[in-house]
């Protein structure tokens, strides 16, 4: 099969491209007039305190465009187009929820924070702008061929870099030296915050750290939660480095877990130490919540259910979802 098209053919293909590009500017206009008119629902639902998530009326609007779609247009496509329509809109609904006075309401302005796992640099960078994300964490592991510099110049909003080996829970593949250099990297190109893993050579990784990096230092027991003593100690051992934040997430056996985890945030705030601390697992779920409320500087989501970063994550819609109920 030749691959070279004549001159006739190439200017008929031109056209035809000139149209589709044409026809994308118009859906575009068409849907940012739609989101226009999602943000006046999401108004007048949030003064009517109805809910966001209307699943019969989403199941109409796909009932009633696949019944309007005979063309060429597969109907699996259709609905998966509208699908990730409505999650969108979904998204922007839920975000919208939050009481405008929130920090006053409750005493707090709780951070949301989106954990990207993608494949490729493309699709990270897509994300960088995640809606109802208030800062985003970058698993460089997740990723095949990290671009530091070419997704840190996209950022939109404050962004962890983290990059988790396997032995803590991690995907990346190399060595520790290249696992570490990449979060060297990370910073010297912007990185707003470094997630460094808790561990022997803590001490000799983090002075190589520009001045002024805000570090988060990681402790994580995917196999159950210490006691509360136990978990005091694991902190005090944690600020010895000065960092700006100590993270402390652990999986949920029993109930008592979770209050030991909670308990501890609340210990480390009365030393003016910010901490996040959670407990994973499906028992773990509300915790991820609850903590914020006990002074927690952030909360992480995942974009999708498929693309969670830990057992018992949840969406950032959920947790947007959440906050609006119980604030």
Request: charged share 30%; with cysteine; proline share 5%.
């Amino acid at each position: 099969m030749n691959g070279n098209l004549d001159k006739l053919s190439k200017e008929v293909l031109e056209e035809y491209r000139k149209k589709i590009d044409e026809i994308d500017d118009q859906l575009l206009s068409l849907l940012e007039s739609r989101m226009e008119l999602v943000q006046e629902v999401a108004k007048l639902k949030k003064s009517s305190h109805l809910p966001v998530i209307d699943f019969k009326r989403e199941r109409s609007i796909l009932d009633r465009l696949s019944q309007k779609g005979k063309g060429i247009l597969p109907l699996v496509t259709l609905q998966n187009i509208y699908r990730e329509i409505l999650g969108a809109s979904r998204s922007y609904q839920t975000a919208s929820m939050l009481p405008d006075d929130l920090e006053t309401s409750v005493g707090f302005n709780p951070m949301l924070c989106l954990s990207i796992m993608e494949r490729e640099n493309k699709d990270v960078v897509d994300l960088l702008n995640f809606p109802g994300a208030d800062i985003i964490e970058w698993r460089i592991d997740a990723t095949s061929s990290p671009e530091i510099e070419q997704v840190l110049t996209r950022k939109k909003t404050p962004i962890i870099c983290t990059n988790r080996g396997k032995e803590f829970g991690g995907f990346f593949e190399g060595s520790e030296e290249e696992r570490i250099n990449l979060l060297f990297e990370a910073a010297e190109k912007g990185a707003d915050f470094i997630d460094v893993e808790f561990m022997e050579k803590t001490g000799e990784i983090l002075p190589n750290f520009p001045e002024g990096q805000k570090i988060i230092l990681s402790y994580h027991d995917f196999d159950e939660t210490p006691s509360l003593e136990e978990l005091i100690s694991i902190a005090e051992s944690m600020m010895t480095y000065n960092v700006f934040l100590v993270k402390i997430v652990t999986m949920a056996r029993v109930p008592e877990d979770c209050l030991n985890i909670l308990s501890l945030i609340l210990r480390l705030r009365k030393e003016d130490q910010e901490v996040v601390a959670f407990c994973m697992g499906p028992l773990g779920k509300w915790t991820r919540i609850a903590s914020l409320f006990l002074g927690a500087y952030l909360t992480y989501g995942a974009k999708s259910p498929d693309k969670l970063a830990a057992p018992g994550q949840l969406t950032i819609p959920q947790i947007r979802h959440l906050l609006s109920m119980l604030c």
